[in-house]
Nanobody, 123 residues
C-alpha cells in the first residue's frame, strides 16, 4: 500500500536550517500533489506548502515565505522542504501528505499522510 515517510527533523538553534524529506512508496501511478503541514502544541494544523506534479510550488503560508522552499523529484517520488532562518515559532510536528491532482491547504482533502517528524527550534 502507499506510504509516506518523513526524515530530516531535529533540534536546531534559531537562525539555523533543516531540510525535511518525504519519500512516497507503493502504487503511485497518477498525477498527485504533495503538501507539507505542521502542528504546534496547542495550535491548529496548518498547511505550510504544496507542490503539484509539474514541480511548481503552489503556495507558502505567509509566515514562512522567503525562508522555506519546497521541491519534488518525480522520478524518485520525493518531496523536500528546505527551511532556512528557523524561528522558535516554527517548532512543530511536520507531516507530508498526498492527494490526487491539485494542491490545497485544506488538510482534510489529503488522502495519505506520513507519521510526522519533530522540528524543534530552541536556544
Amino acid at each position: 500500500q502507499l506510504q509516506l515517510v518523513e526524515s530530516g527533523g531535529g533540534l536546531v538553534h534559531p537562525g539555523g536550517s533543516l531540510r525535511l524529506s518525504c519519500v512516497v512508496s507503493g502504487p503511485n501511478f497518477a498525477s498527485y500533489a504533495l503538501g507539507w503541514f505542521r502542528q504546534a502544541p496547542g495550535k491548529e494544523r496548518e498547511g505550510v506548502s504544496c507542490v503539484n506534479s509539474d514541480q511548481t510550488p503552489t503556495y507558502y503560508i505567509n509566515s514562512v515565505k522567503g525562508r522555506f522552499t519546497i521541491s519534488r523529484d518525480n522520478a524518485k517520488n520525493t518531496t523536500d522542504l528546505t527551511m532556512n532562518d528557523l524561528k522558535p515559532e516554527d517548532t512543530a510536528v511536520y507531516y507530508c501528505a498526498r492527494r490526487y491532482h491539485f494542491c490545497t491547504d485544506k488538510g482534510d482533502l489529503y488522502t495519505h499522510w506520513g507519521q510526522g517528524i519533530q522540528v524543534t527550534v530552541s536556544s
